[in-house]
């Protein structure tokens, strides 16, 4: 079959948009139908089309996307975080906000780019899919939520991520000038001749990096750090620091295995040397907050450069412990985004110390907050801690093992920050007596589900193991 004629391979992709346009169309006609229930159909419709392609490399449009191991383990962890995503958003109403029944239909679009993004093969498709990503998150943030922070958030938020795209696009200019190709393994077959002291080679991949680190949530941006309640939506939150982040890691990732990993340019120095400084400041900076909801941004910073890590190994085991530490890091930020949110907005602060007196307010938010700290901390049973072991032996077979020590020392300094909330949340006496929180049932739901995850992956870590080394196994042959 041609690779034009396997465009029946866009199942998935195809569930989510015809989802979309019913979305739209209820929201037009039917303003009070639950879209949201929709959209959640339209999740698992597009996950079961998704079933039907495990085990297979497909070639769509000449070449275009590639529908490989590789693609199909971040579609999966991309679906399961929109579905977690969808249910916690039954919940993100406050007082005076637009009831928009036309938010589940942006997601479902925002997820369709995001799966495109992780099969693109091409550097065209790739922009085009990471455009069609970004452009819906930019709509969510300003939709979702009305008022005068909300929109300001959502303009910095479009700002930063201009600068991004405008970053991305120039590396990804530089090497089709390099080249002549615009395929990105086309591409690496020409830089692997190049002479190891080309300066544009260096360049091009340092402009990439630079672009994908908005995505990869190694930035720290001012729209991402504002108010709980005045700012970006909970649902739009726990998207980019779950799918959103996934998409990034699996589009640099893509594209420095075809492209980067057989140059002799010093990448892996570069990549060490970015990833050593935004973890070491990122936790730092954690630790100085007194908003639980600024700790958690400034130490996803440590989590994304600690993702970083393992591209300083990516002819060895750095991408598949890649890819068991990103679906760690994505059900542990469901999980803990959706956890200190819901509650913060329950007690209408989210000043650390108004976390006291948690565990008996809401217990079962208590234990799941606990679980997705336990794990984002590197701290065993969780499968966040097998994650960061991974990327700390593959950091030391890539022979970086001063970047494992780097890495070592940032575990002690996030569980120090992270057992600071524990001990306040189970130990420390109330600030204010709070009652029992009465919680919607998708914030329980995404919370449960999330948790459960976590644990799980820690204790059943063989089957999720060999699905990255399958997934990592296509994208490197």
């Not at 479902?108 to 899919?129: D, I, P, R, Y």
């Not at 120039?170 to 190709?181: H, I, K, R, W």
């Not at 700790?295 to 591209?311: D, E, H, K």
């Not at 976590?454 to 296509?474: C, E, N, Q, R």
């Amino acid at each position: 079959m041609s690779s034009v004629g396997n465009l029946l391979a866009f199942s998935p992709e195809l569930w989510l948009l015809a989802g979309a346009l019913v979305v739209f169309l209820m929201a037009r006609f039917m303003p009070g139908a639950s879209t949201t229930t929709v959209a959640l159909v339209t999740v698992v419709a597009a996950f079961l089309a998704l079933a039907t392609q495990f085990k297979q490399t497909i070639t769509i449009l000449d070449g275009a996307f590639l529908l490989d191991g590789f693609a199909i383990f971040i579609d999966v962890v991309v679906l399961a975080a929109a579905a977690l995503t969808l249910l916690a958003s039954r919940a993100d109403i406050l007082p005076g906000d637009g009831q928009s029944t036309a938010v589940p239909g942006f997601f479902l679009l925002v997820t369709l780019g995001a799966m495109l993004a992780a099969s693109a093969a091409e550097m065209v498709s790739l922009f085009l899919a990471l455009e069609l990503l970004a452009v819906n998150l930019y709509v969510l943030s300003v939709l979702a939520r009305r008022g005068i922070a909300p929109a300001t958030a959502g303009m910095g938020y479009l700002v930063a991520g201009a600068a991004s795209s405008a970053l991305l696009l120039y590396g990804l200019a530089l090497v089709f000038g390099l080249t002549g190709e615009t395929q990105l393994a086309a591409a690496g077959r020409v830089l692997a001749a190049i002479g190891p002291n080309q300066p544009a080679v260096l360049l091009a991949l340092s402009l990439l990096l630079g672009g994908l680190s908005l995505r990869m949530g190694m930035l720290p941006v001012g729209w991402w750090t504002r108010g709980f309640e005045a700012g970006i939506p909970l649902r739009v939150i726990i998207y980019v620091q779950s799918a959103g982040v996934v998409t990034a890691f699996a589009v640099f990732g893509r594209i420095a295995a075809s492209t980067f990993a057989g140059t002799r340019i010093p990448y892996a120095a570069v990549i060490a040397g970015v990833a050593a400084l935004a973890m070491t400041a990122g936790n730092l900076l954690a630790l100085t907050q007194t908003s639980v909801r600024r700790l958690l941004v400034y130490s996803s910073i440590g989590q994304a450069a600690f993702a970083l890590a393992a591209f300083t190994n990516l002819k060895g085991t750095g991408l598949s412990a890649l890819l068991v530490f990103l679906v760690a890091l994505a059900l542990s930020n469901v999980c803990a985004f959706t956890a200190v949110i819901a509650y913060a907005r329950f007690v209408h602060s989210d000043a650390i110390r108004d976390l006291a007196g948690m565990s008996r307010a809401a217990p079962g938010l208590s234990i799941a907050l606990a679980v997705a700290l336990v794990s984002l901390s590197g701290l065993p049973p969780a499968a966040g801690f097998f994650g960061k072991l991974f990327v700390l032996q593959a950091a030391v077979d890539g022979g970086y093992a001063w970047l494992a020590v780097v890495g070592a020392f940032n575990i002690m300094f996030t569980a120090i920050g992270y057992l600071r909330v524990l001990r306040i949340v189970f130990i420390d006496p109330p600030v204010f007596e709070v009652a029992a929180a009465r919680l919607d049932w998708g914030i329980r739901a995404a919370v449960g589900l999330a948790s459960a995850g976590v644990v799980f992956m820690g204790l059943l870590l063989g089957p999720l193991h060999a699905a990255a080394t399958y997934g990592v196994g296509a994208l490197l042959h």
